[in-house]
């Protein structure tokens, strides 16, 4: 039987593959799984493309029940040259988003998790923290620093 760990684990190489074209963005790994089988998958391409989610959710083409979609960096909660990700997951029915990290983009900081908990979605946070940290913690703080410098490139 898998476990959560797995999933993200695979959530993380996902993640890997976004660089450097998600740059300035952070680079996110989204698996989507359904009865322990993973149904697509995908990472944050090109600012102002698709965020790892919704990369995922474009390759899906049967119905999205029964879905729980493991996101290395949590699902952003606002629409910048993208739709949110958070609004997105509701919509189209996905029932447990598990974390590894809240994003610490003040724009977002939680209220990505809020939305998805308030639409009823089931939240697991801080799967396989530790491991996706090391590998994003570098690229929150550019992004972070980014949004500082008020260039506005980070969504």
């Not at 029932?95 to 939680?110: C, I, Q, S, T, Y």
Request: hydrophobic content about 35%; glycine content about 8%.
């Amino acid at each position: 039987m898998a476990s959560h760990e797995t999933f993200m684990a695979l959530a993380l190489l996902e993640s890997q593959k976004a660089l450097p074209a998600c740059l300035p963005n952070p680079p996110v790994g989204c698996v989507l799984v359904r009865n322990e089988q993973i149904v697509a998958s995908g990472y944050t391409r090109a600012p102002g493309e698709y965020h790892a989610e919704a990369d995922a959710l474009a390759k899906i083409l049967e119905p999205m029940t029964g879905l729980t979609a493991y996101v290395t960096l949590e699902p952003c909660s606002f629409h910048g040259r993208t739709p949110s990700c958070a609004d997105e997951l509701i919509k189209q029915g996905i029932e447990k988003v598990v974390v590894a990290l809240l994003d610490p983009d003040p724009r977002n900081n939680g209220r990505g998790l809020k939305k998805l908990c308030q639409a009823g979605v089931e939240v697991v946070q801080g799967v396989y923290a530790e491991k996706v940290s090391e590998f994003l913690e570098t690229y929150l703080y550019q992004a972070d620093s980014d949004l500082k410098s008020n260039d506005g490139s980070h969504e």
